[in-house]
């Protein structure tokens, strides 16, 4: 592992709003570098090189502007940098959707008032009715930085208690990296911790100047070496379905198919579900979790 890598940036450590440039600079060298010649298509000339990946001029080449060009925007300029010159870039690297995004957001910003420091996220009445009517299935909202929001009695049978936790601790950040629990609830814990990573990848893409999303990340930097690794990474995507396995510590295995659905009302907030295949294992563990409701509460984390 390179040493820069083990070392958290001076910025997120002491809570300073990310540096837009220096993120945008990072993510397409990073991006760049995950590719070969011949993943698109390029002669490869020598045997050494002394850069992995694509070279500048060869990325300018297949996005078709000029070497200079492009050095500026690696070097983090992207003021003046047009959609469609973005949208190549992005094809040249092979971006995901959410990766474009992401470079977007970095290399042209959207103009926007600056939000309060201390604004709480709120969830509407209805949402939290809507949350517990929903019997039998876990559910919750997550907000900006990964904060656990609202959430319903299935979801505490089978995720915790997080009404336990002062406010500031229920984020899926800190739970997961800095709780040892979450590491045996989750059977890959390795994916989950890159899913929430990535996720305040966007996050940070979109609002940089989220003091609060800073002083996380420097925390997190401080105190998991595992997270400094995967932020390292600058990868960024969105997952808003799969199938999640988890071992609960008074039912065992579990493996839930879980959907996200993002709000469309400005909230910035998304409801999670959990549901087990019909007839399955899960679907009677699910059940044995709602009959001994509180018990299960108490003993999904400890």
């Known amino acids: 592992m390179d040493s820069r890598d083990e070392q958290p940036d001076a910025s997120v450590v002491t809570g300073r709003p990310l540096d837009r440039r220096a993120e945008l600079s990072e993510f397409l060298r990073s991006r760049r570098a995950r590719l070969k010649p011949e993943d698109v ?26 070497v200079a060009y492009y050095t500026r925007l ?9 959609a469609e010159v973005l949208d190549s870039i992005a094809r040249a690297l092979r971006l995901t959707d959410a990766e474009h995004a992401h470079l977007t957001h970095l290399a042209k910003p959207k103009a926007h008032k600056k939000k309060p420091v201390a604004r709480q996220q709120q969830v509407r009445a209805v ?37 336990e936790l002062p406010p500031a601790e229920r984020n899926w ?19 989950k911790a890159i899913d929430i990573v990535c996720a305040l990848r966007m996050d940070a893409g979109c609002d940089p100047d989220d003091a609060r999303l800073s002083a996380l990340v420097g925390e997190l930097s401080v105190k998991s070496e595992e997270f400094r690794r995967l932020w390292a990474t600058h990868d960024v995507k969105e997952k808003s379905h799969g199938v999640k396995h988890l071992h609960h510590p008074l039912v065992g295995d579990l493996a839930l198919n879980f959907e996200s659905f993002r709000l469309t009302d400005g909230s910035e907030q998304s409801l999670l579900t959990y549901h087990a295949d019909p007839g399955s294992p ?21």
């Open 74 to 82: 690696e070097q983090g300029n992207g003021r003046n940098v047009s």
């Open 173 to 191: 950040a800190r739970l997961v990296f800095l709780r040892p629990a979450y590491r045996e609830l989750f059977v890959d814990w390795e994916q």
């Open 41 to 66: 298509g390029l002669a490869e000339f020598g045997r050494h090189r002394r850069v992995p990946g694509l070279r500048r001029e060869e990325l300018a080449q297949l996005a078709g502007v000029s």
């Open 282 to 302: 899960s679907a009677d563990s699910l059940r044995l979790l709602a009959s001994w409701g509180a018990d299960a509460t108490r003993a999904a984390t400890r």
């Open 127 to 163: 949402l939290r009715q809507l949350l517990d009517t929903m019997e039998g299935v876990p559910a919750y909202i997550v907000g900006r930085r990964a904060e656990i929001l609202a959430w319903n009695r299935m979801a505490a049978a089978l995720f915790g208690d997080w009404g």
